[in-house]
């Protein structure tokens, strides 16, 4: 086996590895062992990645307890996290022992909550098996679980020790689930690197198709310019925001789509950066070229546009309020992520919400 690609997210102290690779879940126990040289392992997953990889837990050479959840976003909530809490204290486990993630962000974000809470914080692992997971929810320490009042609203930031993104497992991942972790990987182009835009405008078919040096690539450079802005903005004070590129939007739209199947999180985003741009267009912070641009990418990769979703949109009403509960807005302003152009994005407080207004009333 050839080494794996290494990010490193340099974080003093609690800086960590990301190897990403195809192969690593055949050797796990060597993976783990620099951050995790001894004491008891206890694995949180779910059932599709439990019946698909189970067979690679016996190579953590030691015993390991297992959690397995039942698949999908339910699974972020209070009760939840309580039984997990409640296996890791049956299991015995101190603050020394691992709690290690296998699986997408559902369990990436509810496992990471509870090793932050659990006797003040143990030793947790990601091994993310979507590939929105190994290009974002996996990399920077935001874990949360969904409250009544809203999705996300309940976490901590918790750093893993170490992130294993084994590329090999993408080929069992439904394709809708593929193309929404892709959207994540064309937000890193568009919020900062123009060239990385580029490069995925040749190659998107390629790390669709899981061409191994392509996917390789594209999650590298995802995981790379995901650990800079970490490392400069941990607790989002400032720039991580640039990271919601496509969410503000996408969140109305998810939140219109009761946060259902019909839209994936993923899908919600590719259509909420066509909206960013098409939107910094109409205000001439960008030219309707790159906007065009942005849109033929997701059209060529076959990813989700704002035409896919156009029917069920709800009206301008439901949208702005649902943009009006966004976390980064401060004091009732909107906080948007727009761009100047591919690879600039910024953050703008205090949008102007009759101009939005404008804008979804044409989409309508
Ligand atoms: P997910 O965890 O629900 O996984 C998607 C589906 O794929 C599930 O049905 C799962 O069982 C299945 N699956 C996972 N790996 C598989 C594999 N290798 N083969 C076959 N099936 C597999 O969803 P997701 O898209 O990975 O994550 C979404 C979650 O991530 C949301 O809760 C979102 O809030 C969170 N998120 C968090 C961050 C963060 O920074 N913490 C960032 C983005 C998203
Ligand atoms: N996924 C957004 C962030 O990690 O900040």
Redesign the pocket.
């Known amino acids: 086996m050839s080494d794996p690609r290494t990010v490193r997210v340099d974080l003093g102290a609690r800086s960590y590895d990301i190897l990403i690779g195809p192969g690593l879940l055949s050797d796990l126990g060597h993976w783990l062992e620099p951050v995790a040289p001894k004491g008891k392992i206890h694995v949180v997953t779910?059932e599709?990645?439990y019946g698909?990889y189970s067979r690679y837990l016996t190579t953590l050479d030691r015993d390991a307890s297992v959690t397995v959840l039942p698949?999908?976003?339910h699974q972020?909530r209070f009760e939840v996290l309580q039984n997990l809490l409640s296996d890791m204290f049956a299991e015995g486990l101190d603050r020394n022992d691992t709690l290690m993630a296998f699986?997408?962000?559902?369990?990436?974000?509810l496992s990471g909550f509870a090793a932050s809470i659990y006797k003040r914080g143990c030793r947790f692992v990601q091994v993310p098996?979507?590939l929105?997971?190994q290009v974002?929810?996996s990399v920077?320490g935001?874990?949360?679980i969904n409250v009544p009042q809203g999705?996300?609203l309940v976490g901590a930031f918790y750093q893993p020790s170490l992130v294993l993104a084994d590329t090999d497992?993408?080929k069992?991942?439904?394709d809708r689930?593929l193309k929404?972790?892709y959207a994540e990987v064309v937000k890193y182009g568009l919020l900062g690197n123009r060239d990385f835009f580029g490069w995925l405008d040749d190659n998107g078919k390629k790390v669709l198709s899981l061409d191994p040096d392509a996917v390789g690539e594209a999650i590298a450079t995802s995981c790379m310019m995901k650990a800079a802005i970490v490392a400069e903005d941990e607790q989002e004070r400032g720039m991580r925001a640039l990271l919601n590129l496509g969410h503000t939007f996408g969140h109305a739209l998810e939140a219109e789509a009761g946060y259902s199947n019909r839209l994936?999180?993923?899908e919600a985003v590719s259509a909420g950066m066509q909206m960013a741009f098409e939107y910094s267009a109409a205000q001439g912070l960008c030219s309707k070229d790159e906007a065009r641009r942005v849109e033929q990418h997701l059209a060529a990769t076959g990813l989700t546009r704002i035409a896919d979703v156009g029917e069920w949109l709800g009206d301008t009403d439901a949208l702005m309020t649902h943009m009006g509960q966004d976390k980064k807005n401060e004091g009732g302003a909107l906080t948007l992520i727009l761009a100047r152009g591919i690879g600039d994005a910024f953050v703008q407080k205090g949008a102007a919400k009759p101009d939005v207004r404008n804008y979804l009333k044409t989409l309508i």
């Open positions: 779910d599709n990645v698909h698949a999908g976003e972020k699986g997408g962000g559902v369990i990436g974000d098996t979507t929105l997971a974002d929810s920077g935001k874990t949360a999705k996300n497992v993408l069992t991942l439904p689930e929404a972790g994936l999180h993923g």
